[in-house]
Every structure is written in structure tokens, then in C-alpha cells.
């Protein structure tokens, strides 16, 4: 059974940072590329961050760019984003998800592409 338990939201000044970290099992966490997406209140989930299983490629979307950094650890099955420089419009609740896609934007930016989620973590910055 494939399990993604996100862990590290909570309520940040803007400004601040927060860590997010994805704990995977029940699939070949090596072998998934690995996507944040986020979702606000009345609003469609978005694509945040994606790192490939291929080749360590990282994707991102430009309202996060040069403040948000996704990392993997295969050895212990393990994604992280780290999300600095926070910003109101950062408030979501924010899901880690996997799939078989190994690169490019065109595949890992979509939530379509991705077959497991987790249950997500709230994150809510305050101005």
C-alpha cells in the first residue's frame, strides 16, 4: 500500500520559512519523481515543485522560484521543500505526490501525471 505523509506545516509569519518533508513508502521511492502541488480555499490545486527520479532535475512554478528548493533522499525515501521568504499568497494546504514520469515540465507540472497523493499539510502565512 503506497503511503505520502507530508509533515511541517503549521502558521508562519510572512517573511519566515517553513520546511516541508514528504515520507514515502509502499513504492519504489527511486524510481518516482516527486511533486509538491497546493491548493487555497475555493481555488483549483496548483503545481508548486517536482524533482526527477532520472536525473535530480528540479521544476518549479514561477510564483515560487528563487524562494522555494525541493530535495529528495532515496535513502530514506524522503522529499523536501523548503519554502523561504513566505508571502500570504502561500497559504494552502500542500500536497506531496509521486509518479513514473522521469522529466520535463510538461509532465511533472501537471497533477494528472501524478497516481499517488498524500493527505496534505496546511500552511497558512500571516501579513
Known amino acids: 500500500q503506497v503511503q505520502l505523509v507530508e509533515s511541517g506545516g503549521g502558521l508562519v509569519q510572512a517573511g519566515n520559512s517553513l520546511r516541508l518533508s514528504c515520507a514515502a513508502s509502499?513504492?519504489?521511492?527511486?524510481?518516482?519523481?516527486m511533486g509538491w502541488f497546493r491548493q487555497a480555499p475555493g481555488k483549483e490545486r496548483e503545481f508548486v515543485a517536482a524533482?526527477?527520479?532520472?536525473?535530480?532535475?528540479?521544476y518549479y512554478a514561477d510564483s515560487v522560484k528563487g524562494r522555494f528548493t525541493i530535495s529528495r533522499d532515496n535513502a530514506k525515501n524522503t522529499v523536501t521543500l523548503q519554502m523561504n521568504s513566505l508571502k500570504p499568497e502561500d497559504t494552502a494546504n500542500y500536497y506531496c505526490?509521486?509518479?513514473?514520469?522521469?522529466?520535463?515540465?510538461?509532465?511533472?507540472?501537471?497533477?494528472?501525471?501524478?497516481?499517488?497523493w498524500g493527505q496534505g499539510t496546511q500552511v497558512t502565512v500571516s501579513s
Open positions: 505526490a509521486a509518479t513514473g514520469y522521469s522529466s520535463s515540465y510538461y509532465y511533472l507540472g501537471k497533477s494528472d501525471k501524478y497516481a499517488d
Open positions: 509502499g513504492l519504489p521511492f527511486s524510481t518516482k519523481s
Open positions: 524533482i526527477s527520479w532520472s536525473d535530480g532535475s528540479t
